[in-house]
Structures are given as C-alpha cells and as structure tokens.
C-alpha cells in the first residue's frame, strides 16, 4: 500500500478492450494492489488518434470532447497505451482550452510513468524468471519521454527498464538497434503494409537473435504487430504488455 489521495480514472484504448482485455484487467488489478481509487467510466470510447492519423482530426473533435466529459472529474487518468496518452496530451490542443481540457491534458499519464513520477514506485518486488526484450515504442519513447532516444547524445534512461530492472528472475536482453520502430504506425500499417510487415521482422530478428523469450512494451498495438508477425512466421517468441509483468507482483 502507498499514501496516495486522488481518483483515478482508468482509460482502456478500444483495441485492448476488444482485442487483448487481460492488459486492461492487469492495469487494473495493479492499481488496486497499490490500494489506489480507481474507476473505469463506462461511457468511454476511443480517444480519437485512429481518425486524426488517418487525416480526419477535425472530424475528431467530438471523440475528443467525449473524452474530457468522461475524465474530467478524475484527478488522474491512467492508461496502458503510452500513444494513446501522447494523443490526448498533444493533440487535444485543437479544443478550446477549458479548464476541464486543460486539466485532462495535464493529468492523462501512460502506467509506467505514473508509477514512477507520480507514485515514486519504483520496485514491486516482481518476480518474472525470463529474458525479456523491451521493445520502445515511438510515441512512448520520444513523445512521452519514457527514455532517451538512441540519437541523443546523453545519459541512458528508461522508464520501462527501471520498472523491470528490480524483478526478481528477469533477464533483460541487449537489443542490437533499442529504439528501432516495429513498423505499426497505426493506419501505416495498413497503408503501406508491405514496409510495415519488413520492419517488424527485422525487430523481431534483433530480439531473437539476442536469446528474447518474451518482447514486451507499453503500447498493445506495437505488440499486436509483432504478434502477428511471429505466429504467421511461427517463431518461438512471446509478446506481454509491461502491465502484465508488473502485475505478477503480490503484495
């Protein structure tokens, strides 16, 4: 348990609702193993970055004003989609800036930095016994900040290693190109699948050569790609959401 006063509001991108529901329980669950108040408003939708990618983000607007009337009365928002969060601290700057937008933007926080830069939860004394790759999704890594991008020349961070870092068992590998796109890029990949499909193979070589057991990440999305990639190939790899792994916690 940790002293913590504030509402949370826990916001599940469309595709982890419909496709892979076990990453939004685990968000959840983890939350609430921390002894936090966390709601989930059941009148949420998507948070509009599907239409804006694809060029239509003024049709968007009504998604993302959904969006602020469904959150605006938490203290917090939290979300296992590091893009997801990126969108609405960025790109809701086409509303009117309201109190209420204004406070959504400010305080919409992807799990793994709000562990760490609101809750200073660094180590739950997790216990994972695999080699695991960590695969540094776009928006995350140089929207959000979540670590330091190969091309800058300053000290390594990550936030996404920190968390694992501590746990008990876990291995995690040296990737040959760490920050290297798997190739989703949304709508891109539907777009322009071949050069999607190409890049996702050479990040899943990079973590199979490396002796990865499971990639995981904080986007679903990048590792609904990969997944695909590695059943149709049938590679011995595993994809699993970073909330997944920090949930194996147990208080």
Known sequence: MITFKGRIGLFI???IDQFYPQVGIATLELLEKLGLDVAYPFRQTCCGQPMANSGCEEDARKVYQKFVANFSSFDYVVSPSGSCVYHVRKHYNILEQTEDVKKVRQNTFELCEFLLDV???DDLGIHFPHKVGIHQSCHGLRGLKLGTGSELVFEKQ????????????LEIINLDREDECCGFGGTFSVFQPDISVKMGKDRIADHQK???EYITATDTSCLMHLEGIIRRNNKPLKTIHIAEILNTWKP
């Open 13 to 15: 991108p469309c595709y």
């Open 119 to 121: 809750l200073n939860v």
């Open 158 to 169: 990550s936030k996404v290693h920190k968390l694992l870092s501590k746990a008990k068992g």
């Open 210 to 212: 490396n002796g990865a």
